[in-house]
């Protein structure tokens, strides 16, 4: 199993903020790294897919970077709807995929 | 539009089966290049992947629970299933089928069914 590491597990944060979350993988995955964004009693959401492109429909202030081990997600400018847990996931060996522990964004 | 939902027990007694199907529409399982998956998150924490179906009936369990997992798919009935024997409290959790592209990540998601195993 490819073991994946967020960070920070929580941040707290202003509207118009820029934030960046961390995600780290236990071997090199190329780009096979995704992200959602999860809300409470919701399914998560696909925002980035193959580390930097966004899928579609999803604001551009969300900009997904990386590859090997070592990968960003970027919001630009928290808006109010953005304050969620986000997940990175790696699909190296589609379609199995493990996940981050979650990353869970707060008003501050 | 596609949609995926989940039917089942809510309710599954420990060391029997869990038993739950995915019924598709918008989409079709069979000559499909998706994938067709579950995926749980116990309350309170994280997801993870148990399992996927090609379009060909071949499958791919995450290896931490390939003991206790079966998928299948019917594509006669547009449906997917997983059963996963042998439960206990640890196995209490939202279950999502999912339909993952090509490349693995998941585009689209049933909104999920709860699944509590106790006595």
Not at chain 1, 49 to 69: E, I, K
Not at chain 2, 8 to 17: A, I
Request: net charge positive; proline share 5%.
């Amino acid at each position: 199993d490819i073991q994946m590491t967020q960070s920070p597990s929580s941040l707290s944060a202003s509207v118009g903020d820029r934030v960046t979350i961390t995600c780290r993988a236990g071997q090199s995955i190329s780009t096979y790294l995704n992200w959602y964004q999860q809300k409470p009693g919701k399914a998560p959401k696909l925002l980035i897919y193959t580390a930097s492109s966004l899928q579609s429909g999803v604001p551009s202030r969300f900009v997904g970077s990386g590859s090997g081990t070592d990968f960003t997600l970027t919001i630009t400018s928290l808006q109010p709807e953005d304050f969620a847990t986000y997940y990175c996931q790696q699909t190296y060996g589609t379609p199995s995929g493990t996940f981050g522990q979650g990353t869970r964004l707060e008003i501050k | 539009q596609l949609q995926l939902q989940e039917s089942g027990p809510g309710l599954v007694k420990p060391s029997e089966t869990l038993s739950l199907t995915c019924t598709v529409s918008g989409d079709s399982i069979s000559g499909s290049s998706y994938y067709w998956g579950w995926i749980r998150q116990p309350p309170g924490k994280g997801l993870e992947w148990i399992g996927s179906n090609d379009y060909s009936g071949s499958t791919y369990y995450n290896p931490s629970l390939k003991s206790r997992v079966t998928m299948s798919v019917d594509t006669s009935k547009n449906q997917f299933s997983l059963k996963l024997k042998s439960v206990t409290a640890a196995d209490t959790a939202m279950y999502h089928c999912v339909r993952q592209a090509p490349g693995g990540y998941v585009g689209y998601w049933g909104q999920g069914t709860l699944v509590t195993v106790s006595s």
